[in-house]
């Protein structure tokens, strides 16, 4: 994801540092650098009794070159460039994404029509992709629909389609039998990262609503780890993931209640953007223009629909009741 307005000398620092891992049954999670923070993540390797499989190979797995697993099969929770930056490291493991983001493995335009970013920002981000995420494109990258079970042997995946961040998001359900016979579940939950900067959804294949609907059903998944691919890592109490995907969600809010302060006097959608909602304010960049466009863009296509913003002659206006 776009988390953060990139600067692309700092991106790439992949030294060999003393990278930590975590060994729980049959899952290694690779953490990255800083704990997986923009552009590292945490991925994840699942070795059952026939088939090794990684989720999401990332930085910290480029930066782990020299010591690679070996692995059957690269299962991917969407198509982003911090997510499949290591995807290249494994040229003869099948390679899966769900079948709405599949397309953005299959070619470089692809992955650029998922951001949707346009102009000068655009041919900036292939280079980023391309020079700093080792982006190579896989033509035999394989769909896979939600409700898909990957059986690894005595550990099984199951895809659940959680959009919203991307249209093919998917979080992934890991089960096997712990050693006192009991089910272990955890669950992967990709760039439904529950930090404090709170849901992206600044893409051209990004939507607020769907993300909202996956947050909810979230919460009805019944496990005892969660993980996630950026900074918080590795969580063991669903009291404290309930807590933390509430706080997140809760940036939605927040960024709500800001902008319809903020449009107490009419506003263009220029003015909004220079604002910045999503990111704080003074984050310069055309990068940055574009997301808070989008993310700002669909909150008030709702607060439009539901008859609480008015947009006459260009300026949206806060409908005072
Ligand atoms: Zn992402």
Known sequence: MVKEVLNVEEVLNVEAVALEEKEIGPLTILFGKENGKYPHGNSLLIKGSKKTAIVDPCLGVVARKDNLPVVDMMLLSHVHED????????????????????????????????????????DEFEDLIINEFFFEAR?????????????????????????????????????????????????????????????????????????????????????????????????????????????????IDYREENLLKYIEESRTMDEIVEHRFVYRPGTGGLMADQVERRSMGMHLERLIRQGMVEHTDDRYKKVLM
């Not at 290249?88 to 949707?116: K, Q, R, V, W």
């Not at 890592?233 to 995907?245: A, D």
């Open 83 to 122: 997510h499949v930056a290591g995807t290249h490291l494994f040229p003869t493991a099948s390679c899966h994404a769900h079948e709405a983001d599949a397309i953005g493995m299959s070619s470089i335009e692809g992955m650029l029509n998922i951001y949707g970013f346009e102009g000068l920002v655009r």
């Open 139 to 251: 033509a035999d990258v394989i769909s896979y629909k939600s409700g898909e079970v990957f059986d690894l042997g005595g550990v099984t995946v199951t895809a659940m389609h959680t959009p919203g961040h991307t249209r093919g998001h998917t979080c992934f359900l890991i089960e096997w039998q712990g050693e006192q016979g009991g089910a272990e579940k955890l669950v992967y939950l990709g760039d439904i990262e529950l930090t404090g900067f709170g849901p992206y959804y600044g893409d051209a294949w990004s939507s607020l609503e769907d993300f909202e609907s996956s947050l909810e059903f979230l919460k009805t998944v019944d496990a005892q780890r969660w993980l996630t691919f950026h900074h918080k890592g590795l969580i063991e109490s669903r009291e404290k993931f309930l807590v933390m995907l509430e706080a997140f969600r809760s940036m």
